[in-house]
C-alpha cells in the first residue's frame, strides 16, 4: 500500500503557474499515479494519471521523476474557480485511499 | 456525473435503524466502490465490488454490509444506524483494475444523517 504525502494548503493567484507535489516513496512497480480534484459538496473528478515522465492533458501537466517516489500536479494559469482539494493517488483496486489532499485556494 | 447516480441524495434516519443507499451506473464499469467522507477524514473506502456478487472490505466497513446482484447496482447498508455514521458517502465505479489506465468516476454524494 503506497500512502501518499500531500501540503494541506496552498495559497496562489489568478494567472500564477500552481505545482502541487506528492511524496509516494512505497510505490510498487505496476501502480498508476493519479490526480483528482474536489469541489465542495461534490464527488472527486478525476485530472490526470501517468506512470512515468511527463503527461499533459487539457487541464494540467504531472511530472513523475525517474524513481517515482514522488509526482507534480501543475495547473498552469489558474484562476477562481480552480479553488478546490486536490488528491493524489497510487495503489491497487481495494487499497486506492485519499489522503487528506491539498486545499488549493486562488486568489484574486 | 453522467453514467452514476446516487440515492436518496439526503436522508435523515434515527439511531438504530435500517438504511439502505443505492448506487446505479450505466457504464457496465466492473468495478463500483463506496467511500464515506468526514471532516479531517478526507474519503476513506468502506466496500468495493469487483464483479456481480463480488465485494470485499475496505479501510472502514464495520457496521456496513453491501450487495451487488446485478452489475449496474451497488447498495450500501447500515443495518443498525448510529450517529457516528452521520456523513456524506459518495459512490464510485472504474472500468479497470483499480486505477491502472483508468480513473474513478464519483457520483454526486449521499448526505446522511442520524439524528
Known amino acids: 500500500l503506497a500512502k501518499t504525502t500531500q501540503p494541506i494548503s496552498m495559497d496562489s493567484y489568478e494567472g500564477q503557474e500552481v505545482n502541487i507535489t506528492c511524496s509516494h516513496n512505497n510505490i510498487a512497480t505496476n501502480d498508476y499515479i493519479t490526480w483528482y480534484q474536489q469541489f465542495p459538496s461534490q464527488g472527486p473528478r478525476f485530472i490526470i494519471q501517468?506512470?512515468?515522465t511527463k503527461v499533459t492533458n487539457e487541464v494540467a501537466s504531472l511530472f513523475i521523476p525517474a524513481d517515482r517516489k514522488s509526482s507534480t500536479l501543475s495547473l498552469p494559469r489558474v484562476s477562481l474557480s480552480d479553488t478546490a482539494v486536490y488528491y493524489c493517488?497510487?495503489?491497487?483496486?481495494?487499497?486506492?485511499?485519499f489522503g487528506a489532499g491539498t486545499r488549493l485556494t486562488v486568489k484574486p | 456525473d453522467a453514467g452514476i447516480t446516487q440515492s436518496p441524495r439526503h436522508k435523515v434516519t434515527e439511531t438504530g435503524t435500517p438504511v439502505t443507499l443505492r448506487c446505479h451506473q450505466t457504464?457496465?464499469?466492473?468495478?463500483m466502490y463506496w467511500y464515506r467522507q468526514d471532516p479531517g477524514h478526507g474519503l476513506r473506502l468502506i466496500h468495493y465490488s469487483y464483479g456481480v456478487k463480488d465485494t470485499d472490505k475496505g479501510e472502514v466497513s464495520d457496521g456496513y454490509s453491501v450487495s451487488r446482484s446485478k452489475t449496474e447496482d451497488f447498495l450500501l447498508t447500515l443495518e443498525s444506524a448510529t450517529s457516528s455514521q452521520t456523513s456524506v458517502y459518495f459512490c464510485?465505479?472504474?472500468?479497470?483494475?483499480?486505477?491502472?489506465?483508468?480513473?474513478?468516476?464519483f457520483g454526486s454524494g449521499t448526505r446522511l444523517t442520524v439524528v
Open positions: 464510485a465505479i472504474s472500468g479497470g483494475r483499480g486505477q491502472t489506465n483508468y480513473g474513478y468516476t
Open positions: 501517468g506512470y512515468k
Open positions: 457504464e457496465n464499469h466492473r468495478y
Open positions: 493517488l497510487v495503489g491497487e483496486v481495494g487499497d486506492m485511499r
